[in-house]
């Protein structure tokens, strides 16, 4: 259930969930770019600075959402996901309105460029945007539009992904703790090259590689392989309303304790450096698993239309909230305060909306559309 599907194959609680992460990563971005340098930081300050937590409720998102089809496949043992397919999907799903965004957010803010916290690389650097190779070089890095570092992540997981689900089908051969076992690993793994960068005071470009955010990832995973595990047994009957309120509360309770703990305890700790925001991540895949598999009230919020309809067009409105903000700032309209948010946020949404009905939907119809026409030129399987 990947976003671009038709809307039966949606899941509403996974659609609120994505928007209310879109929304955690605004609000952090507008608190961002209201402070003035050298100012002090308060209690406030750290809380707002959770709120970019919501870039890890994106990962666990992804490694839930694009694992699911791969365990699925190796515990029916009917062959491997089609890589070629998973392939064009993401491509249909990614590349086209990443490339609008960058055109866009190159010529925003390079009429923009005097305003404090615009970054832009050098011209000669630009084509290292275009594949995605931004967090590998110093001068590019958190430059034009900073969020994208999180997309080379992405591309990157997508990359990887097949080979474990190749592991699912040849090794663990569909087995859950064969599969189990290799997520751990990658949780172990993230946190040791997590203590290897903070011992050897390594720069962004290993604090912010795919192995350092690989536990977030599997942790998705992990939920993952739990819905389907699940589903094998219970079919497609909803976990019960106590059980989803419960699951519900006790991700949100470690995510806010995850936040709490790192605006009291861990700042400038050698544990909070190799930990992170791990508890979060579990927090999150909690979540996740409960509006994927849940029922009830517990999730009438995160299914509540406005919140599930941000969740639709949440890319575009991520991909283009930061050039849109600092664009405001320069255009003297909302240079601080709270009106940048009153006036970037339906601006923000717009864009996305334009980048949903406009760019997104359709390539991903193509590509859909494709698939299918491909798959219909296919002879029928032996055992059909």
């Known amino acids: 259930m990947e976003q671009g599907l038709p809307n039966q194959h949606r899941s509403r609680g996974l659609d609120g969930l994505r928007g209310l992460a879109a929304l955690s990563v605004f609000f952090f971005h507008v608190w961002l770019y209201n402070r003035s340098a050298g100012s002090r930081i308060d209690g406030w300050d750290w809380a707002a600075a959770q709120l970019s937590d919501g870039l890890i409720c994106f990962f666990v998102l992804s490694g839930f959402l694009l694992y699911r089809p791969f365990v699925r496949a190796a515990s029916a043992q009917h062959g491997p996901v089609a890589t070629g397919a998973y392939f064009l999907r993401r491509a249909a799903r990614i590349l086209p309105a990443y490339y609008v965004a960058l055109l866009g957010t190159l010529a925003l803010l390079t009429w923009a460029k005097s305003t404090p916290g615009v970054r832009l690389p050098d011209a000669q650097l630009l084509?290292?945007?275009?594949?995605?190779?931004?967090?590998?070089?110093?001068?590019?890095?958190?430059?034009?539009?900073?969020?994208?570092?999180?997309?080379?992540?992405?591309?990157?997981?997508?990359?990887?992904?097949?080979?474990?689900?190749?592991?699912?089908?040849?090794?663990?051969?569909?087995?859950?703790?064969?599969?189990?076992?290799?997520?751990?690993?990658f949780i172990a793994a993230g946190m040791g090259w997590n203590a290897l960068t903070e011992a050897n005071g390594w720069s962004q470009i290993a604090s912010k590689s795919l192995i350092a955010y690989m536990p977030y990832f599997a942790f998705g995973m992990l939920a993952a392989l739990w819905a389907e595990r699940r589903r094998a047994r219970s079919g497609e009957s909803p976990l019960s309303q106590l059980v989803t309120w419960l699951t519900v509360a006790a991700g949100i309770a470690i995510v806010i304790g995850n936040g709490y703990w790192h605006t009291t305890i861990t700042m400038n700790n050698e544990l909070g450096a190799v930990v992170r925001d791990m508890p979060g991540g579990v927090g999150f895949a909690l979540i996740t698993a409960a509006a994927a598999a849940g029922a009830g009230p517990a999730l009438g919020w995160l299914r509540a239309a406005p919140l599930r309809n941000l969740g639709v067009v949440s890319y575009g409105f991520y991909l283009w909230h930061v050039p849109i903000l600092l664009a405001i700032r320069h255009s003297g309209i909302a240079p601080r305060g709270w009106s940048l948010m009153v006036i970037g946020f339906p601006l923000c949404v717009a864009a996305g909306m334009a980048s949903w009905f406009i760019v997104e939907k359709p390539l991903i119809g193509m590509a859909h559309g494709r698939l299918v026409k491909l798959a219909g030129k296919q002879p029928a399987p032996a055992n059909s």
């Open 127 to 185: 084509p290292l945007f275009v594949v995605f190779g931004q967090n590998y070089d110093p001068d590019t890095i958190l430059t034009l539009n900073p969020v994208t570092w999180t997309l080379c992540l992405e591309m990157a997981f997508y990359i990887v992904l097949p080979l474990i689900g190749l592991y699912a089908m040849r090794i663990a051969r569909g087995r859950m703790w064969p599969q189990v076992a290799l997520l751990l690993f």
